[in-house]
């Protein structure tokens, strides 16, 4: 493939073909398309080998076993927690955020950057320690190494700046993707927490990768969902009542998992930085303390979510379970140990979860379901109060079980989850993080809870009724006299409207006799309309070079509803503020 060669402003043209003699080229919008599916297939192909290793880490350092031995469950997260600590400190420094904050930069800070020294340390340090058993997943780690390495390829290809930007949350869907074997919930993700739109651009590209890169894990790892779920069905109503009680349990523990997360993280980021290579090793022998007991509570903990879904664990178990893998987490993500936290979040919910259908199958047998649902129910409800992503959430469950008869009760368990941490816990998680590392970084849930302003908002009622295109001239003058507007508004019959300033009018008077129609001596030039429904922000690119507009109603562009002007959306502007 030879170099990109430039067409114009904006725009060029990549020569990637030659066949017998003719050279084929792509725009770059196509490129990226193009590009889009390549990013995929790399990033499926370094997840696969990313899964590979932490499971070979794990065999190496834990044995096969469910049940490790004890001198390993206790030595091993503690060694490789040393190990881990050397590489961040020494060599990886910029791996200790979140990946998703990270990427995030690269959009909005960086123009797209994201080292691809990020990946190779991602892929080591967390294959050590996750393998090891510290409590944290492969999710965010491969969502950013697919945003690392389609901003490599987009380097070497020499994108244009907007490109480039766009690529880095691309990579991220692809690397998630694959991770998670859900490629909708990947791209709700990205665009509901990395880059909050909905464009037509952006969209295709991150379906395209997150699809391909689907396609190259499940060539290599199987397509079966990530979880396997009994068929369920609604038994009664009243059971709802029980999916509600798991929704506020799970937003009241989601708040205090972020405020443990919030008070310890920046206390230990501020201790001397020699204690940071150490770090890593002390969460990891506090661990191992925890998982001589409950072994469960390490690593990513997803054979003991199937488990918890077939209903192998009592009520009592599974909620201890779930609140052992809060502490292990906690221990491990303060500390500084690179790994995810989407794999902890849906173990401590399919436990809380668990546990609460198993206590209410145990007081009301006749109206509670068994405890699958209620797990899978769980992992969706603390991920939504915790990550604060509540449609992906949704989306997630499905997508992980294959189990899409479930939706009802995850909608309502979710969103009571969801409304509590937003009221409890002012700064969602990542957004925290993102204060604690110095980064203004947008919030996608700010500008989700922003209240959007819209012209009914800013306009008022005209003080006269229009002028009609058949009125005279001497019509226009009796109603400049008694009129406040600087501009009179000027009907037609079909709809479209024109305006005419005040001050004009005696020269245009003293140019034409008084009976003359307004429409021969209007310009031809029209007035954009609004109508009441639409964003004030709109309306601040049509106002331009225009004193006054008129709002119309959907019904008929005739009717008019209102007048808006510079004034009323400043006023607007300042009352909301």
Known sequence: MSGPRSTGPGRMDFKWLHFRGRTFSLSEGNLFLLLAIIIGMFSGFAVVCF???????????????????????????????????????????????SGVNQTKAAVYVFDG???????????????????????????????????????ALGRRLNLSRDKLRLLAPVGAAAGLAAAFNAPISAVLFVIEEVIGT????????????????????????????????????????????????????????SVAFTKIIAYFRPRLRALPEWTHYFQPAAAGLLIGFIGLRFPQSMG??????????QGQYTWQILAILGFAKILTTSLSF???????????????????GGSIGGLEHHFFPQVSASVAPFALVGMGTFFAGFLRVPITSVFMVMETSGNYSIILPVMISNTIAYLIALKYQDVALFDLLAKQDN???????????????????AMRKADLPPLQASDTIARALEIAEISTEETLL????????????????????????????????????????????????????????????????????????????????????????
């Open 490 to 577: 000027v009907r037609y019959p079909t709809g479209r409207w024109a305006g005419i300033a005040r001050k004009d009018l005696p020269a245009i008077a003293s140019a034409h006799v008084p009976d003359t129609h307004l429409r021969e001596v209007l310009s031809t030039e029209r007035l954009p309309i609004l109508h009441p429904d639409q964003r004030l922000d709109d309306a601040l690119r049509f106002i331009q070079g225009n004193a006054l507009l008129p709002v119309v109603s959907r019904a008929g562009s005739r009717k008019l509803e209102g007048v808006l002007s510079l004034p009323d959306i400043l006023a607007a502007y300042q009352r909301a503020s």
């Open 113 to 151: 950057y994201v080292p691809f020294r990020t990946v190779i340390g991602k892929f080591l340090t967390c294959s050590l320690a996750i393998g090891s058993g510290q409590s944290l997943g492969p999710e965010d780690p491969s969502l950013q190494m697919g945003a690392g390495i389609a901003s």
């Open 300 to 309: 990513t903990g997803y054979a003991y979510i199937d488990q918890a879904l």
């Open 334 to 352: 303060v500390s500084g140990t690179p790994g995810g936290m989407f794999a902890p979040v849906l173990f401590i919910g399919a436990m809380i």
């Open 439 to 457: 980064l203004e970084l947008p919030s996608m849930e700010e500008q989700r809870e922003q209240i959007v302003l819209r012209v009914e908002d």
């Open 198 to 253: 909905w464009s037509a651009n952006a969209l295709g590209a991150i379906v395209l990768a997150a699809v391909s890169s689907a396609v190259v894990m499940r060539s290599f790892l199987g397509g079966e969902p990530m979880f396997h779920v009994p068929p369920y069905t609604l038994a009664h109503p009243a059971e709802l009542l029980a999916y509600a009680v798991l929704g506020v349990v799970s937003g009241i523990l």
């Open 51 to 97: 899964r590979i290793a932490i499971d070979w880490v794990r065999l190496s350092l834990l044995g096969p076993s469910l049940a490790p031995p004890p001198l390993r469950v206790l030595l091993a997260p503690a060694g490789a927690g040393l190990v881990v600590g050397f590489l961040v400190q020494k060599y990886f420094r910029e791996i200790r955020s």
